[in-house]
């Protein structure tokens, strides 16, 4: 397996990781893994797919595919806690000057 392939198994699993911390409202595991991943794909080069044996880009393909799916799921529940802040952060009494 080339380098570009374990790279991108380690975002889907980052991915997966983030998922499970957004199903847990773990909100500072999803941060923390969100992270990770930032920086994982951060490092990846603009030429990986072309840089990719031709067999190993069908793998490739369905392995961004995972974590776009992952991603599809933890937005809503993104959105949701973001409301939820909101909410808290309009019921908190002004700061004291």
């Keep these: 397996m ?3 392939l374990s790279a991108l198994e380690q ?5 997966e990781a983030m998922l499970g ?3 847990n409202k773990d909100w500072p595991a999803l941060a923390r893994h ?3 991943r930032r920086a994982l794909a951060d490092s990846l080069p603009d030429t990986l797919s072309a840089e990719l044996p031709a067999e190993e880009q069908q793998r490739a ?3 961004i595919e995972g974590s776009l799916r992952c991603d599809a ?3 809503p ?4 806690r973001m409301d939820e802040l909101r909410v808290l952060l309009r ?3 002004p700061a004291a000057k």
């Design 77 to 80: 529940r993104l959105a949701r």
């Design 2 to 4: 080339s380098a570009g």
């Design 11 to 15: 975002l889907l699993a980052y991915s």
């Design 21 to 23: 911390a957004a199903e």
């Design 73 to 75: 799921v933890i937005q």
């Design 61 to 63: 393909r369905a392995l």
């Design 34 to 36: 969100e992270a990770e």
């Design 91 to 93: 019921a908190a009494p």
